[in-house]
């Protein structure tokens, strides 16, 4: 018999782990390895078998947006945001279309969706839902949720999260997935039979262990911090955006008022009039894309809020690796210390001070039978303990090493994604520049000629 349980530590932190070197493309493959195999890996058996691994090979959309009147739980009227899912097939067998579906979801329904996936892949970083309420928004731009602008915002950006499920490679194999792109009756019902919820950890008991835990993973730990930053430059980025956003607007209506002006001028100067109407209509040209241009900085504002809510779903993660840290370390403590008290049973010491041993002094020593089969029961409860050890020390093991898979994932895919946003972003500011310039260019032309 071992004299001490194996440290914690040292179980959560194995061996350099060969996915952190692994790039997205190498997990992808390794993957579709998978999936061309069994097809059978996955959380509680909600895993979609091979013979249905197509999700790859199918477009998904959310089409439309359209707004409507029901009652709720509480049996009163409310009025919501439906949402019109549309799968088409890419592959044609025989001429005939594999799939071709539509149905309508809530938005409470994608979030039934991807807290059900937390739940089942806590090592995953689980894509984001695009905000319920309009954030970090400019004061001319509405924050109702029930603005048509908002929702096509938020119809885009579930859409978005749909193709980052479909896109992924564990979690588009899913069932419960598939069956939200197919199965427009009774899916709820569906959802709540896997027992999810029974499966998430309390908030209170996710509190308890980063407040406890002994000895955290410094990978983990720099993890959340690098999730804290992350958050924290977008966000500092988006309260910038806003306030450009609105200085642009009021650049833009100044020129909408030297159109109208040159326009008025133009009414009563005589030899001036046709170079002061060319002008005004310039500017007012000028003025009225506007509106286009802020359309469009919406979007890559949507693109930098998608990264800004992924800060959360990293923390989830390390939540999680805390979780399992934490059960290790007290199954470790309580281990040991099954150890100790078998330990003095059998030798008939008592190291430290316990109400067993007070016991014992007050009313007499235990016989040896008595003594003999508190040895057995104890020997029995060490067996059964390390074998919980021996368990919790490769779950946590399996789960650094597919959580960090993922993270490396998740990293490629943001510094991609960000890249082409920001330059997106500066290339459209250049060419905002380029027509600012051209406009005065032009109206300098009528003022020469006038």
């Known amino acids: ?89 890419v592959e044609h067998t025989d001429g005939q279309s594999v799939l071709t579906d539509s149905l309508w979801r809530r938005y409470s329904e994608f979030e039934l969706l991807r807290n059900y996936l937390l739940v089942y892949y806590p090592h995953i970083v689980v894509p984001p839902l695009p905000e319920k309420r309009a954030e970090f928004v400019w004061h001319k731009l509405s924050a109702d949720n029930m603005d048509p602008d ?13 193709l980052r499920i479909a896109s992924h490679p564990i979690l588009c194999r899913d069932k419960i997935f598939y069956l939200f792109l197919t199965q427009e009756g009774n899916w709820k019902e569906t959802v709540n039979e896997t027992g999810f919820q029974l499966k998430a950890d309390s908030r209170l008991k996710a509190l308890n262990a980063t407040f406890r835990v002994k000895n955290p993973d410094k990978r983990f730990t720099d993890l959340k911090h690098y999730s804290d930053e992350l958050q924290s430059v977008i966000s500092h980025l988006l309260r910038v955006r806003a306030r450009v956003a609105d200085r642009l607007y009021g650049v833009y209506k100044v020129h909408g008022n030297y159109g109208r002006v040159f326009s008025e001028w133009s009414a009563i100067e005589k030899e001036m009039g046709d170079g002061l109407q060319s002008a005004g209509h310039h ?16 979007h890559y504002a949507d693109q930098l809020k998608e990264y800004l809510f992924y800060a959360e779903a990293l923390r989830a ?13 007290i199954a470790a403590q309580d281990l040991a210390s ?35 089969a508190r040895i057995k029961v104890l020997e029995e409860q060490i067996n059964e303990g390390e074998q919980q050890l021996k368990s919790k020390n490769l779950e946590g093991r399996e789960f650094v090493k597919n959580a960090w898979a993922d993270i490396e994932r998740f990293k490629e895919q943001k510094n991609r994604d960000l890249k082409e946003a920001l330059i ?24 020469s000629k006038m």
């Open 1 to 89: 018999m071992e004299q001490g349980p194996p440290d914690p530590e040292r179980q959560l932190q194995p061996a350099p782990l060969e996915p952190l070197g692994r790039s997205e493309a190498g997990l992808g493959v390794a993957v579709d390895e998978e999936a061309e195999g069994a097809g059978e890996e996955g959380s509680g058996g909600d895993t979609m078998t091979h013979n249905n691994f197509w999700l790859k090979k199918i477009e998904i959309s959310v089409s439309e947006a359209e707004k409507r009147t029901g009652r709720n739980a509480m049996n009163m009227q409310e009025t919501y945001t439906a949402y019109l899912i549309e799968t088409r097939s």
């Open 150 to 162: 908002f929702v096509e915002r938020r119809r885009i950006g579930l859409e978005n999260f749909l």
């Open 283 to 298: 500017m007012d040209v000028y003025a009225s894309s506007i509106d286009d241009i802020l359309e469009d900085e919406e």
């Open 317 to 329: 993660v390390c939540r999680k690796h805390e979780l399992m840290q934490y059960d290790l370390e």
């Open 338 to 372: 099954k150890k100790q008290q078998c330990e003095e049973l059998a030798t008939g010491t008592v190291r430290t001070f316990s109400l067993k041993g007070m016991t014992t002094k007050l009313f007499g020593q235990e016989t040896p039978e008595q003594r003999e």
């Open 424 to 447: 997106s972003y500066a290339v459209m500011q250049i060419s905002m520049c380029k027509k600012g310039i051209q406009v005065w260019t032009n109206a300098k032309e009528c003022f």
